[in-house]
């Protein structure tokens, strides 16, 4: 709504969600902007909420000019009702749509939507899905048209907000990665993997970026000095908190404002060096004495890449430091410590296409990666610890009784002894895949293992490219 900023008259209002069953609030503080809409030029509002909607308004008159849905939606935000006899889903749900403050920038907008459902059932009782199925998407919408310019899916709840900074746009998400993107191409340009949960956005000043973080892990200020100098590591992989398989456990670093060397032994030079990798010990980080520690697991290279050889099960720390050419630590320290967890249970992850990927009609092949399992052809055969293959599902959940095989009474569904299944003739529409390892006699693994993602399909004649 408008007021008279004289006399606090109400000048005019838009209702966008008639008869709101769902708390969708329009709670985004609104932005104000001028677009070139059908050749004409007008000041216009912007605002976003709940529903996962942003309106862009005639600031004169209220009259609503377009609106452009944001993040996923399942369709059942637009009933009158809910059913009193079942359980139905919404996307998006109480804590979706757009959360946080957008951002905008010589005309775009910058969106974060939120992608969480939730059960009602009877018509009253309400289930939030697990936040372990929280993703999030920020958009960039043309202000002129309504039209998104790009789209870029997130693996974490979207609660970050967005910020535009010159020509970034920055957001972080609830599974605690920060992000930077360019704001022209939607190219990721920067990510750090936090201490605790993003459920804030950051604040700037000249070449310092403070962001506050909270929630799930350890709450922290983090301040970022845009162009520093200081020697600095990071994990590229694995990252805090990651459950891995039992084996080789692999170890990827990247190294800022540090010159890694092969002289090892050498005297100590300036801002050169090496790394150390070290598995459940302390790195010593006294000055002048080499930063061996007297037992434990560790290593010294010359890379950025290293690989523990056969982790056993359990919770692990790994530990980088950079040192000097002689082994001592620099000054002060650069450490960074991480914490994973590895087992030996079958493992399964869809590695491609990602989740909520947009294809064409078609075709579409789904790949998965397994590990702690062998993918064996013996279909059909009796079933034995550790060995088995691959059902594959579109639309229809993997049965999980685990006396009986995995066969759905209906829908699309194969079993494969590979890695790999493409689908075809998928229709128009927003699909679910899912992928299970079963036993050869088809049965399901038990503790169940499967793995889900969705994806739209689309009949679109342009100019997709190779998309």
Not at 18 to 23: L, N, Q, R
Not at 157 to 184: H, S
Not at 427 to 454: A, C, E, M, R, W
């Amino acid at each position: 709504m408008a007021l008279d900023h004289k006399s606090g008259d109400l000048k005019w209002y838009n209702q966008v969600w008639p008869h709101d069953i769902s708390d969708y609030d329009l709670q985004i503080p609104p932005i104000l902007a001028s677009a070139n809409y059908a050749e004409k030029q007008q000041d216009i509002v912007l605002a976003a909420g709940k529903m996962g909607v942003v309106y862009a308004m005639n600031r004169d008159t209220g009259a609503l000019i377009w609106e452009t849905e944001v993040g996923e939606h399942n369709g059942n935000d637009k009933l009158a009702s809910y059913p009193t006899d079942s359980t139905i889903t919404i996307l998006p749900g109480i804590l979706g749509g757009v959360e946080t403050p957008m951002a905008y920038a010589d005309g775009v907008v910058y969106v974060q939507a939120n992608n969480l459902a939730v059960d009602y059932t009877n018509g009253l009782d309400l289930r939030l899905h697990p936040f372990t199925e929280n993703t999030s998407d920020l958009v960039a919408i043309d202000v002129n048209t309504g039209h998104v310019l790009w789209d870029i899916k997130l693996p974490g709840g979207g609660y970050g907000g967005a910020t535009v900074v010159n020509d970034l746009v920055f957001t972080g998400t609830f599974d605690g990665m920060l992000y930077a993107f360019n704001r022209t191409t939607g190219a990721q340009l920067w990510s750090y993997k936090a201490p605790a949960a993003v459920n804030a956005w950051p604040s700037f000043a000249r070449d310092m970026v403070v962001w506050p973080i909270a929630g799930t892990g350890t709450p922290s200020i983090i301040g970022f000095k845009l162009g520093s100098t200081s020697p600095a590591v990071k994990f590229v992989s694995p990252t805090d908190g990651d459950d891995l398989p039992a084996g080789d456990l692999p170890v990827t670093a990247e190294v800022a404002n540090f010159n890694v060397v092969d002289k090892q032994g050498q005297p100590a030079a300036a801002g050169e060096g090496h790394l150390h990798f070290y598995l459940d010990v302390e790195a010593p980080t006294t000055a002048g004495q080499p930063a061996a520690p007297p037992t434990g697991i560790w290593a010294h290279v010359s890379g950025t890449n290293y690989t523990f050889s056969d982790v056993a099960s359990g919770t692990h720390t790994i530990s980088l430091q950079l040192v000097n050419n002689d082994h001592t630590p620099l000054n002060p320290p650069v450490v960074q410590k991480i914490t994973v967890k590895v087992d030996t249970n079958p493992r399964l992850k869809i590695s491609q296409p990602p989740n909520g990927a947009i294809k064409k009609t078609g075709s579409i092949t789904i790949d998965a990666s397994v590990s702690n399992f062998n993918v064996v052809d013996k279909q059909g055969q009796p079933a034995a610890a550790g060995e088995g293959h691959l059902h594959f599902y579109m639309d229809v959940q993997p049965p999980t009784d685990p006396t009986k095989p995995a066969v759905p009474s209906g829908g699309v569904w194969a079993h494969i002894s590979g890695t790999s299944y493409t689908f075809e003739n998928v229709p128009v529409g927003i699909h679910k895949f899912y992928v299970q390892l079963v036993n050869n006699d088809h049965t399901p693994v038990s503790p169940i293992v499967t793995d889900s993602i969705q994806v739209s399909v689309i009949d679109y004649t342009g100019g997709f490219g190779s998309q």
